[in-house]
């Protein structure tokens, strides 16, 4: 639980042990204590190889679980396990119970506690724990002493340069800056002080933060990684107290970290998280692509502003993952330390409390960290080796250093120490830009608002000015761009207009051409009309030519005097029959002009249509 944290008993002596008994009560146990080693005696000669494997396999677990009940005496578990620790002959605890059991005699207790200091590792004749002894010892430590090798004293001067190089110079940090950084470092009263740590520790854990991380523990616990030392109650308040640097040191090397100072700052984070009652929204930076992380920064978004324990949300990821099958040693490990770490608010911290700036970190922190680390395991078994070998042994952290001696220790840490300070005020220079270029553009808005807030502060102005030839240049851009677009519109439409124009000029060439077709068309008809006439002329030349041709003058003046029979005698021969004199007839449609051009009289028509001889 979270609420209330009980500390491992280390010792048995720090169990309370209700010490009232009487002679009886003291020969019985003895008694029962001897036939109890009897029993087991006559048990180890009788049992092969494979009972005692199991024999032992149980009373460690047993003892696991006594462990864990005089760490949690409250834990609800207890009471189940009573009767189990009681059959194993292991000494009774306080919370089994039973009065009778409660009642210990001095020498029963005198005699476990020699048990306990005789305890041997029960793995020594087996080849596959010697094996595996061995490579923690040996082989291990030479591995990793190559992996995070030794630097040298180039190496620390390009970590921690005694100039700043002319690449870290940039829009947030100019040469100004860092004269003023310089100055106001010298002038700081407690300089001294700061740097003239008399801790031995601090040199161990400066060391191997170099070696293992690349940055230094004062860069570690900074606002660089959202981080603040807060444990020294004195005036100088950023100077660590002893054995702070000691518990740190512990921790660096642990494999869990990956070498990655970011994991180590996630789980100082997450411990003062719990420790505080913090009811905010974790400000997590997700250090890799690991889905553990992934699923907690998405819980984290979903849950914002529900002021949730953290716990709670990690119940959420470890769902997650068991729906996808991933599992997280990361998880674990957080799952032991909810399990370590006291709370001490005595309030909840929410959103009401303003947001998060950093998170405190004190020693107790750091040795909550270290034991959730010794105390993740999988079902049972732990993850890790102890930190206390893996910080002796596996990395041989103890003897493989950087080369710092006192006097260089000394300037080292005044370098880290400005650097630290450095990223602090680069980081407010950053905020104060990019709050400046935010305000900027509410500012475009409202331009009274703007000289208002201008003539407030001399940087504003300056950065306002800067705002002004950007936006000036915008601008310009952006006008050229409206005349870009102006000209083409125009151009665009001089080309409709003149397209239009091609198609009236097309729809009245069109009109002409139709008005000629129907010109043509009245021409075609009225020279078929013409010739038509034409042809009734011809045709009536023709006749009226052949019928001059056909009466000559002298026969027409004889016709004069003849007198026509042909009227009063029926028996007259046929008029048409030229030999008899008939008369012939004339085209109906003859006419007095006609007459008179052929020299026809037209009053001799006897007949209509005929001549008369």
């Avoid at 990690?314 to 709370?343: D, G, M, N, Y």
Wanted: hydrophobic residues 30%.
């Amino acid at each position: 639980m979270l609420d209330v944290y009980h500390p491992p008993i280390e010792d048995d002596e720090d169990n309370e042990y209700n010490e009232e008994y009487n002679d009886e009560d003291e020969d019985e146990d003895e008694d029962e204590d001897e036939d109890e080693d009897d029993d087991d005696d006559d048990d180890e000669d009788e049992d092969d190889e494979d009972d005692e494997d199991d024999e032992d396999d149980d009373i460690d677990k047993f003892k696991d679980d006594d462990r864990e009940d005089r760490k949690h005496p409250n834990s609800s578990v207890t009471s189940n396990k009573t009767v189990a620790l009681t059959n194993t002959g292991k000494r009774p605890s306080s919370q089994d119970g039973d009065p009778t059991n409660a009642k210990k005699s001095r020498k029963a207790k005198a005699k476990a506690d020699e048990e306990d200091a005789e305890h041997v590792c029960k793995g020594k004749d087996r080849s596959a724990w010697v094996e595996y002894e061995y490579t923690v010892f040996h082989t291990t430590g030479t591995i990793n002493a190559k992996a995070v090798g030794r630097l040298s004293k180039p190496d620390l001067e390009v970590l921690l340069p005694r100039t700043l190089p002319e690449t870290e110079y940039d829009q947030d940090w100019s040469a100004d800056d860092e004269t003023a950084l310089q100055s106001s470092w010298q002038a700081d009263p407690y300089r001294s002080d700061l740097i003239g740590y008399k801790d031995a520790d601090i040199g161990k854990a400066f060391r191997q933060a170099l070696r293992f991380f690349g940055i230094t523990p004062f860069e570690l616990i900074s606002e660089k990684y959202d981080l603040v030392y807060g444990e020294n109650i004195s005036k100088i308040r950023d100077k660590w107290a002893p054995k702070f640097s000691l518990t740190l040191y512990h921790l660096i090397p642990h494999p869990l970290w990956g070498r990655d100072p970011r994991l180590l700052a996630i789980a100082l984070q997450y411990t003062s998280i719990l420790r505080n009652r913090d009811l905010r929204s974790w400000k997590l930076v997700r250090p890799n692509e690991d889905p553990f992380f992934k699923i907690f920064e998405e819980v984290i978004k979903e849950t914002k502003g529900q002021n949730l324990p953290i716990y709670n949300l990690h119940k959420q990821v470890r769902k997650r993952l068991k729906q996808q099958r991933t599992p997280s040693i990361f998880s674990l490990f957080l799952t032991a330390l909810e399990e370590i770490v006291e709370v001490e608010a005595r309030v909840d911290t929410t959103d009401k409390n303003g947001p998060v700036s950093v998170y405190t970190i004190s020693r107790y922190d750091l040795e909550s960290v270290q034991k959730a680390l010794d105390a993740t395991a999988y079902m049972g078994i732990p993850s890790f080796l102890p930190t206390e070998l893996i910080k002796e042994h596996m990395y041989n952290s103890s003897t493989d250093n950087p080369p710092l001696g006192p006097s260089a220790l000394t300037m080292y840490i005044e370098r880290a120490l400005i650097a630290v300070r450095r990223h602090k005020a680069k980081t407010k220079n950053r905020n104060k830009r990019l709050g400046d270029q935010q305000q900027t553009d509410q500012e475009q808005t409202d331009q009274e608002q703007t000289d208002q807030e201008q003539t407030d502060t001399a940087g504003a102005s300056v950065n306002s000015e800067d705002a002004e030839n950007i936006l000036r240049q915008k601008d310009e851009a952006l006008q050229q761009q409206l005349n870009e677009t102006k000209l083409l519109k125009q151009q665009l439409k001089e080309k409709d207009e003149l397209l239009q124009q091609q198609l009236n000029e097309t729809k009245l060439l069109q009109q002409q051409l139709n008005e000629q077709a129907s010109l043509i068309t009245e021409l075609e008809e009225s020279l078929r009309q013409s010739n038509e006439k034409f042809s009734q002329q011809m045709r009536r030349s023709e006749e009226l030519r052949r019928l001059r041709d056909n009466h000559s003058p002298d026969r027409e003046a004889d016709s004069m005097m003849l007198v026509d029979t042909s009227i009063n005698d029926p028996n007259t021969s046929d008029p048409d029959d030229s030999g008899n004199g008939a008369s012939e007839p004339l085209p109906a449609s003859i006419t007095a002009e006609e007459c008179a051009a052929l020299g026809i009289n037209q009053g001799w028509h006897l007949a209509p249509g005929r001549l008369s001889y």
